[in-house]
């Protein structure tokens, strides 16, 4: 199995004693978990040497997920984005091999718009072979329009917790990638799940290992359950 278990972004409550306790934030995290996303990059940009930087401080296994720019899915939706996509993507080329998928975390508001849609990806993939997935938080995605077009240029589509409609619990898209996103309930970005929950979920990740590429990031780090949750489901796999 190939089951990369993380956190959004590498901070994690100092107290517990799963990690170093010498080192930079970083490389203690690194010496625990395998992949992180990385969601900063989503408010601001970060030069090349400081993602060499942090491949460099990293173990040969790991992977890091970048998180693209608002400025192209919240201001410019997708439209004539060309030259921030190649900024982008200059800058995390940084990470060289170390460089894990690329996630597309698209506004509310942002309906699907087939012809949006298929220039944007299409000049994408002209640019990047890097794997994708793409998180719509707009009901009118989760349909065969978007899913086929999304398989058709290897995208993936997250597979989100809490989820927005019942088919945003599932993996879409490309199958190559299975991503999961767990945000944390019952309140987003601040609750634990519980141990039936993450009994259930090491269990689908297992299953969706046989035939994808498989991540799962919590993201319900404002008051730490997302360290902890990844450990869980760690503890779990490695029984």
Known sequence: MDIRIGTAGWSFPRALEAFPKDGTGLGRYAAVFDCVEINSSFYRPHQRKTYERWAASTPERFRFAVKVPRTITHERRLVGAGD???????????????????????????????????????????????PTVLEPRHAGWFAAEPEALLASFGIARVAADPALVPQAAEPGGSPALAYRRWHGAPVIYESAYSPEALDRLAERLRTEASGADTWCVFDNTKFGAATTDALGVMARLNR
Do not use: H, M, Y
């Open 84 to 130: 921030l996509v190649a900024r982008f993507l200059d800058e995390t080329d940084g990470l060289g091999g170390k460089r894990g998928p690329l996630l597309i975390q698209l506004p509310p508001s942002l309906r699907f718009e087939a012809g949006v849609v298929d220039r944007f990806l299409a000049d994408w993939r002209e640019r990047t072979d890097a």
